[in-house]
């Protein structure tokens, strides 16, 4: 096993050593093979929800390729997002420009769907070249009488967060262009949950119960008018605070509008947010409601998540997600299930992350930003893990050692929020730990040094 790299130390901390100095936010290690993605990813994964709308990539057809249908986000109606348009830019077009190519491809696109909105995201290679997209995305707005958006999203950038942030300064401009009539005093926005599988839906339906009004879900089953019209509500309930942070403070800035960030992942938190949400109005019906829908939903699924536990109690976790936020709710969830968190890292987390995990996780977890391939294989083996939750990257890594794998990322086709989401998660974590492929296949052990 190779030793951790110089460079990297800094942003690697085990619970119980002093002082706590973790480093974060830093650009990836050259060599070191970061997991992150690049700004295009993390502003297509943002923005494509959005089901009323064309998303056209400006840049060669690979890039629309790695990231068609990047997070499956299930859709009300519409499926216009599900497509996936390129300018396809080629060598002549490198040479020569590709600002007539990108006219031509948008005005066929509107003419021939009609979307309510378009976007247009810049790759590595426009922004070497030069192509003026927002004039273009001007042009075609002027003609066609629909917000074309500009989405600076060049790759080389940054990372996936720089990403998040352009996708909010575009959808910025959108917010504030629609009409509020209608919207009740006890309204809110979603910001943050991209209804990977019907999540959406779930949360709506709480806060339906509770007597308070989905003005805008920004992004999942996302549409354009009700985008438009957002700044009409009373407070914005931010899931993911990674991506949607900026949008929620520019909001705040322009509107008035306060936010508070959420977590709907697990019994603890989900109940949280609702009554967070509930407590903001101080009406006292929506209190009520709020509490009668949390006891209805716990008395549901604690018998099964009961059973879990006691198949799963003493079992040891691994959790490496994009945005910190969501290995808060894991490590909890983790325990509701009697299993300890051993190692827990993001992509994108900042230090008040950090000093929250150091604050949640028992002695001896490994703390980790940014982490690699190599790295993380050393931890789940050192830690003698018995199951891994992350995304598609890192699933290879645990069943190469052995090890069973939960995904919680934006590939899962089951919902894994709100109450029921507790027990889909149970099930998945039991399932995968106590599979008896595990006899079998048996777990590779670190190598004494």
């Not at 490496?320 to 709710?329: P, Q, R, V």
Request: proline share 3%.
């Amino acid at each position: 096993m190779l030793p951790i790299l110089e460079a990297r130390k800094p942003q690697i901390y085990q619970k119980g050593a002093e002082p706590f100095a973790m480093v974060c936010q830093r650009p990836s290690l050259a060599g070191s093979v970061s997991q992150r993605a690049c700004v295009f990813c993390g502003s297509r994964v943002v923005l494509y929800p959005i089901a009323d709308a064309v998303h056209l990539v400006h840049g060669p057809i690979g890039c629309a390729a790695y990231t068609w249908d990047i997070r499956g986000s299930l859709s009300s109606g519409p499926e216009l997002h599900r497509l996936s348009f390129s300018t396809d830019l080629e060598e002549r077009d490198v040479i020569y420009g590709g600002e007539q190519k990108l006219y031509r491809a948008l005005i066929e696109l509107i003419d021939q769907y009609h979307p309510n909105a378009a976007f247009v995201y810049s790759t590595c290679i426009v922004g070497i070249i030069g192509d003026d997209v927002a004039a273009v995305c001007r042009r075609v707005e002027t003609e066609r009488g629909i917000p074309v958006l500009a989405i600076q999203s060049e790759g080389f950038r940054g990372t996936k967060k720089d990403g998040y942030r352009a996708a909010c300064d575009g959808l910025a401009k959108l917010v504030g262009t629609g009409s509020t009539e209608g919207i009740g005093a006890a309204s809110i926005n979603i910001l943050g949950d991209f209804n990977l599988a019907g999540e959406t839906w779930m949360i709506r339906d709480y806060y339906r119960r509770m007597g308070v009004e989905v003005v805008a879900t920004i992004t999942g089953d996302g549409r354009i008018e009700a985008i438009r019209r957002a700044h009409g509500a009373r407070l914005n309930v931010v899931q993911c605070a990674g991506s949607m942070t900026h949008l929620a403070q520019t909001m705040q800035e322009r509107y008035g509008i306060p936010f508070i960030r959420v977590s709907y992942f697990g019994i603890e938190d989900t109940a949280k947010a609702l009554y967070d949400v509930a407590d903001f109005f101080g009406d006292a019906e929506i209190r009520r409601r709020s509490q009668e829908l949390v006891r209805q939903e716990v008395d549901a699924v604690m018998p099964e998540l009961r059973r879990y536990r006691q198949a799963l109690e003493g079992r040891r976790a691994a959790v490496y997600t994009g945005g910190a936020f969501k290995a808060f709710s894991l490590v909890r969830s983790l325990r509701t299930l009697g299993m300890k968190t051993v190692m827990v890292g993001s992509q994108t987390g900042n230090r008040e992350d950090y000093e929250l995990l150091r604050e949640l996780c028992d002695e001896g977890t490994i703390l980790v930003d940014d982490t690699n391939p190599l790295e993380l294989s050393r931890f789940v083996q050192e830690k003698e893990v018995d199951l891994f939750i992350g995304g598609v990257k890192e699933r290879p890594i645990a069943y190469k050692l052995g090890v069973g794998f939960c995904d919680h990322n934006h590939e899962r086709k089951v919902a894994l929020a709100g109450f029921q989401g507790m027990v889909n998660f149970a099930r998945e974590v039991y399932g995968s730990v106590m599979s008896p492929v595990w006899k079998l296949v048996p777990r590779r052990r670190r190598a004494a040094s």
